[in-house]
């Protein structure tokens, strides 16, 4: 017996590209999109504390009370009302997004995403029976595109995607086009899904804007400790939303996970009410990284979007992106993600991450890539 | 906007109960599906050193190799060839199960499930529109109806599943009768689910079997290390199925929750290939347990199935599942779970787990119970 269609039909890309990079001895990897540090101390402590206390057992489905307080009081800094009967704690913040289309979307169901977009997106809207649809949400000269995005919604239109700050491009989407775009869902009577994994992650004094507060009623925000903390492997995310919505999503955490893992909650109960120190110092690092690979970018003479938060940039590099990228694992020993599954439009473009690559890497991987190139 | 059709339907009936017990201090919760023991020793040891190790990261999809070799070592042991590439990692056997419904169910398809049941398998077969069919596997004289198996299959029904040792009764399904669900499954060419997860958990000389070795190409064994090693909280589970397979559903994976937690895999690693000795100890105190359990429904004069493995009993104790149960929190500070839930040809009888009741417990929750009873 088969698997259904729709499984089969979904094609993991993007992991070619790392399984032919890490057959690769020596590859500097911009293909990885973590963080390289480890965990702070702190954190791994609370942990060891939770293990060494016997929080072995479920907890309830939406995560235990505390931590669910602690999110909230978190998100609402952001500038809006939340308490923890807002918060559902799940398995990382993929499991946050999956869990809402999975209660949102019936068969047939479209959902917006960008272009260029995180190509795992268009797999979990499939994976559910959605219809993923790829809409370049900014214009060329990079002056959101209204029409595009009001043009691609149709009556099977459940849900828009958000990402801010942004992958691939590093794109922060200012508070004028975020209410431009709250607008739109109101409107059209349409849900926002607000990917914010990357909000803490701000470059040359940025900040960061939740939709939230333009379209409270229509919108679920995504967030996790995964990029903020460094705790990809912990696997622990959450959702923002409504207290009815919470009330029947928790249903699909139930079904896909029984409960989100005990440890991992209260690792990230430090993680949110503990020291933030740690944070500083690897967004330090990462803005670094982020200025380093901009100089290098210019001495390619490449055109990209300035990346001003997030942990990746998607500069125009190549025609095609998927032999551009094979290319440089063998003959240079870089790994890039190429950028069509990103969308049609991103044909051309490859993404770095330098979440996983330090500035002596990225040195020697732009002085491959140069040779490369001749 | 509303969730779908599909979830909105979705009753978490049992939740009732324990929201119920909950709030009566001093009850004796018999409804609660966990075992009251820590996770041993060793393997705190071992997730510990994970996290001072700095395994923070995400894994493959399917989990690190020494811990799917790991797997099929164990599963192995059952008599028949299992290789780590038959091995999926999943979060807990839930996830194993949920995985193996999203990837195979098209809307509409049907699984039967024996009746009585664990009432989340038909939650999760729903939640990703499947249609849950209930079908008492066993008469009332306890042999296996092959004719109501053959019976409630249609050209829909893509999955049988099979629980043995079985929650809610106890029950371990015999060799002879596994073969005749094995070839039922073969002649109808639909897939078996199989779910072992108590297949360490066995009383009085009693040994396990799996379906697998009667139909190898036809079954996706499910199990975890939740049960086995009181591990619920640490959601670590895994699938067996054939490698074709595995390559499908990991994308199921992919898209629901990136990847098993980082360290519980190091955790169920050690579990699998450390000493054996706590396995042994919880087995031998939850045999005194059901062996108590037995003689005080016998005391009652209930009728019941006397459990060879699991956690649980199921014994028949009223008329109204629900009004017992709730009755019996009220006016005696003990929680059962209803039958109905279960399954309709369930009603009458409730699910004693004897997992977080100790002896102590047990005695003085039947004490409240024949008070009760008058």
Chains 1, 2 share one sequence.
Not at 111 to 124: E, G, N, R, V
Not at 177 to 201: F, G, P
Not at 288 to 306: A, F, H, P, Q, T
Request: glycine content about 8%; some cysteine.
């Amino acid at each position: 017996m088969k698997v259904s269609r729709k499984i089969q039909d979904i094609r993991l890309s993007i992991r070619k590209i790392s399984d032919m990079a890490s057959a690769v001895p020596g590859c500097i990897r911009f293909d990885i999109g973590q963080p390289d540090f480890r965990t702070p101390k702190n954190i791994q402590d609370a942990a060891i504390k939770a293990i060494k206390d016997g929080s072995h057992g479920y907890t309830p489905i939406v995560g235990i009370p505390p931590l669910r307080q602690a999110v909230a009081d978190y998100e609402k800094t952001k500038g809006f009302e939340v308490t923890k009967e807002n918060i559902m704690i799940t398995t990382g913040g993929m499991g946050a997004i999956f869990t809402t289309l999975l209660g949102f979307l019936e068969p047939g169901d479209e959902i917006i995403f960008p272009d260029p977009t995180w190509p795992p997106y268009k797999l979990m809207a499939s994976s559910v029976g959605g219809v993923p649809k790829l809409v370049p949400y900014f214009n060329a000269g990079g002056s959101l595109d209204t029409g595009a995005i009001e043009k691609a919604i149709t009556p099977k239109t459940k849900f828009l995607l958000v990402n801010t700050p942004e992958n691939p491009t590093g794109r922060i989407i200012e508070k004028k086009e975020l209410k431009a775009i709250a607008q739109i869902a109101e409107d059209k009577n349409i849900m926002i899904i607000s990917d914010e994994v990357y909000d803490r992650i701000l470059f040359d004094g940025n900040t960061h804007t939740s939709i939230r507060r333009y379209a409270p009623d229509n919108t679920i925000i995504i967030n996790s400790v995964s990029k903020t903390y460094a705790m990809t492997g912990w696997r622990l995310g959450w959702l923002v939303a409504e207290k009815d919505t919470v009330d029947q999503l928790l249903k699909c955490n139930r079904a896909s996970v029984a409960c989100p893992n005990t440890i991992s909650q209260y690792a990230a109960l430090e993680a949110l009410t503990g020291p933030q120190d740690s944070v500083k110092k690897m967004v330090a690092e990462y803005q670094e990284r982020k200025d380093l690979i901009v100089k290098m970018m210019d001495s390619m003479g490449w055109d990209y979007i300035l990346p001003r938060g997030a942990l990746y940039t998607f500069p125009k590099a190549c025609k095609d992106s998927w032999k551009y990228s094979k290319d440089l694992i063998e003959k240079a020993k870089v790994s890039v993600v190429p950028g069509l599954p990103c969308g049609p439009k991103s044909e051309g473009y490859v993404r770095f991450c330098f979440g996983s690559a330090n500035t002596e890497q990225i040195k020697e991987g732009f002085e491959r890539i140069q040779k490369f190139e001749g």
